[in-house]
């Protein structure tokens, strides 16, 4: 049986550990500088600005965890993007 781990100080200092710090304190920074920043509005924005992106990197970590290095998902995603925009040039009103 394996000794159970207690919290080590050690662990802070790792780049995850970091960033975790970093992300905390931005957080803390900008609620401090706008008090708009933890509204509802606010955090119902960022949710809508950064949902697509959520969805990519999704489908992208469970590639990593894995453990195979794939761009497939980016493939995918340049082809849909080129796709809808060879669907949607004839209805565009400025070309």
Do not use: Q
């Not at 790792?14 to 955090?43: C, M, Q």
């Amino acid at each position: 049986m394996s000794k159970k781990e207690s919290f080590n100080f050690n662990t802070l200092f790792r780049w995850e550990g970091l960033l975790v710090i970093l992300i905390i304190g931005t957080s803390i920074v900008n609620g401090r500088l706008s008090t708009h920043f933890w509204s509802y509005a606010g955090i119902m924005d960022a949710l809508a600005v950064f949902l697509e992106k959520g969805f990519l990197v999704l489908s992208m970590v469970f590639v990593l965890i894995i453990g195979d290095i794939d761009i497939s998902v980016a493939s995918i995603t340049a082809l849909s993007s080129v796709v809808m925009a060879l669907f949607l040039k004839p209805a565009c009103l400025w070309s």
